[in-house]
């Protein structure tokens, strides 16, 4: 059980546009910042966003993050078929002794 | 150009060790924090221990008193060390560069991966 929560799965169409919503706490997204992954199948996670909503270099505005309360948003518009991954949240626990957090991830499929 | 590159991994049986390494380049080890991370089959990424560039060591729960990070700053190469392995303990690990503020704290680069594999 993740200490945040992500939807298992999210589908949408290629060119349409997609949310994965994370869920946590006050002791976490609550005061803290949320960065998000990308892992394509096979491959090692890759940071998408960071600090809520910067991009690192070379990451698409397509892609796009917000946060409001203990809710964090991943958002990807214009999706693709290599978009096809899953998508994980992570932040900081500050109630926790090991608090570094993920959620427990989400399945994009591009129809 | 960053670059993280495991080793280490393999096929173990319960109850024995292992020494995970991360070669890295493009930067120094010792002055970040650098932590594991490992994925279960078919599971979601669970962080596994970090060592600040003060040399502060910390781990989660399941696997304190069991595994220990370490670094050799001559050789710009992450270590841990695992011992009394278990069957839960099969994941592949990865190594990855910790950045910003605690409060703001995310994994900008990762390494491949390397599989560890506990059974009998």
């Known amino acids: 059980q993740s200490v945040l929560t992500q939807p298992p799965s999210v589908s949408a169409a290629p060119g349409q546009k997609v949310t994965i919503s994370c869920s946590g706490s006050?002791?976490?997204?609550?005061?803290?910042?949320v960065s998000w992954y990308q892992q394509l199948p096979g491959t090692a996670p890759k940071l998408l966003i960071y600090?809520?909503?910067k991009r690192p270099s070379g990451i698409p505005d397509r892609f796009s993050g917000s946060k409001s309360g203990t809710s964090a948003t991943l958002g990807i518009t214009g999706l693709q078929t290599g978009d096809e991954a899953d998508y994980y949240c992570?932040?900081?626990?500050?109630?926790?002794?090991?608090?570094?957090?993920f959620g427990g991830g989400t399945k994009l499929t591009v129809l | 150009e960053v670059q993280l590159v495991e080793s280490g991994g393999g096929l173990v049986q319960p109850g024995g060790s292992l020494r995970l390494s991360c070669a890295a380049s493009g930067f120094t080890v010792s002055s970040n924090y650098m932590s594991w991370v490992r994925q279960a089959p078919g599971k979601g990424l669970e962080w596994v221990s970090v060592i600040y560039s003060g040399g502060s060591t910390y781990y989660a729960d399941s696997v304190k008193g069991r595994f220990t990070i370490s670094r050799d700053n001559s050789k710009n190469t992450l270590y841990l060390q695992m011992n009394s392995l278990r069957a839960e303990d099969t994941a592949v690990y990865y190594c990855?560069?910790?950045?910003?503020?605690?409060?703001?704290?995310?994994?900008?680069?990762w390494g491949q991966g390397t599989l560890v594999t506990v059974s009998s």
């Open positions: 992570g932040t900081w626990d500050s109630s926790l002794s090991a608090p570094r957090v």
């Open positions: 006050s002791s976490n997204i609550g005061n803290n910042y």
């Open positions: 600090e809520n909503n």
């Open positions: 990855a560069r910790e950045r910003g503020p605690i409060v703001a704290t995310f994994f900008d680069y």
